[in-house]
DNA sequence: CTCGTTTTGTTCTCGCGTTCACAAACTCCT
DNA sequence: AGGAGTTTGTGAACGCGAGAACAAAACGAG
């Protein structure tokens, strides 16, 4: 059992997973513009972030660049996208197509990041006389059958709050085991699923409460 | 000088202020389902956190709860509304009106929260016609106008990519000093502005590399 | 081949955030 | 009033991540 771990399968800390997209994007960058190598210097300014920070959480991965040198391109462009697991794409279902569910199905830049949404589904019939983006809305109950079908694995909710729990039931139940919630509310699945949550209101609120402390402690240096 | 800060200035942690906005939520839906009184453990549950962390959290603002009894909703409602900032509107602006900014414009939520749209720019002209969520489009050029008219401090970047650093730019030229930012690169702003992402590839990203694991150790076991 | 230069990979230290555990404080019941 | 039961607020331990600093490796010049 506990001889030894498959070598594809070491674990990279959950910061160092977070930053190796912004890594991927930028090694796009600099391949669109025709570099070939860069220094970890060059790589980091680009993500935004500390060159130490980067070349610790490239060597998770493991030893891709020359010392000297600094780092091929294309090649650690792939290694990453290899450890990500963006090298295929990754069928994806949207629930909830009204405001945003809209803006997600009409988003060009999911395809070239490693995803391709395979169906909008929605419960209000009305919806369903819909094309979006090339695909037809269908109903909320062919979720079993199309996540059967395209061997989907992540789901995405753009419901109201009140849906979002059951929307989130049924992708389990089906067989989905990553979830991207957009909805304003915690939600609970079972062991093994992963869930991720974007709230702009909460980023809004993040941005106000440094916005009212940089007003206070103006006001306080005023009146020094 | 640094005789003492005053009292409306001491330092909350970064994380704690990431989990303020989620604490004050689930108290509006106990506030709304009637609750008058709840405990750590309750409130915890409701923000899906542990109660030790809510406990600690809720400590930096203040001793705002009653030993043996536990928090008033209402109460501890105001204060943490009170900290983040929100008990009035905050002014924003969004630029960009495509998909996603038409999403964002429609979205009420931002108004329930402490935020109000006071104005929606994009540059091209043929989008000026339209109106959105009773408000009209009007050119970027106007954005100065409107930051000083509005007292506006918080802006939003819905642009495609390759425009985002030009709209952060005349942003803080304009007096912006709190950025939102949907493109996905990465900003470069001055020393006191607050630049926030959001990057829905990347999670979905974050995602794909878990799911990929799964798939790998799930592998790893059946050969056993 | 050797030396100086460049840049990676890694070790070490420090600070922040999480969690445990418990004393202090409050309520209620007798 | 006093004791039993609850629940908060916080001190202390711990683990993870950030950053500095440096040794090891590659390269090029002479
Ligand atoms: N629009 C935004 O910019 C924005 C911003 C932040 C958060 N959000 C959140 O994202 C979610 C969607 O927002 P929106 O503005 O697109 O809302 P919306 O009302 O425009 O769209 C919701 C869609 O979900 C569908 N729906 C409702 N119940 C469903 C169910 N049980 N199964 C399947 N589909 C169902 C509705 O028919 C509708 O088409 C909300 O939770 C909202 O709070 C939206
Ligand atoms: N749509 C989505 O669901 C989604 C998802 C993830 C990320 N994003 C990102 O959000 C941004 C917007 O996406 P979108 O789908 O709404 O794009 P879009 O092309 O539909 O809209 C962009 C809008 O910005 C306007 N614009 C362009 N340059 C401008 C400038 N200099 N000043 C002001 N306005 C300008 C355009 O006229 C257009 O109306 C992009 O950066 C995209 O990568 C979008």
Same mark, same amino acid.
């Given at each position: ?93 949207? +629930? ?21 949404? +395979? ?106």
């Amino acid at each position: 059992m506990s001889a030894r771990t498959p070598d594809t399968a070491r674990d990279i800390p959950e910061a160092t997973v977070a930053r190796l997209p912004v890594y991927l994007r930028a090694l796009i960058v600099l391949a669109d513009a025709g570099t070939a190598t860069c220094s970890s210097e060059e790589l980091a300014a680009a993500a935004g972030v500390n060159s130490a920070k980067l070349r610790k959480d490239l060597s998770y991965l493991g030893s891709y660049g020359t010392r000297g040198v600094g780092y091929d391109v294309e090649y650690l462009r792939y290694q990453i996208a290899r450890e990500i697991g963006v090298t295929q794409d990754w069928p994806v279902v949207i +629930v909830g197509i009204g405001n945003l569910g809209h803006a997600l199905a009409n988003y060009s830049g999911f395809r070239s990041r490693g995803f391709r949404v +395979v169906a909008l589904l929605d419960a209000d019939p009305a919806r369903h006389e819909e094309v979006v983006a090339g695909l037809d809305v269908r109903s909320f109950d062919d979720l079993e059958g199309i996540v059967e079908e395209h061997d989907v694995s992540i789901g995405v909710i753009a419901t109201p709050a009140v849906a979002a729990q059951d929307v989130a039931d049924r992708m389990v139940a089906a067989g989905i085991t990553s979830v991207l919630n957009f909805a304003p509310i915690v939600l609970s699945v079972p062991e093994g699923v992963d869930v991720r949550k974007v709230d702009l209101s909460i980023e809004l609120q993040i941005l106000a409460y440094h916005e009212q402390r940089k007003a206070v402690t103006a006001r306080a240096e005023d009146a020094s």
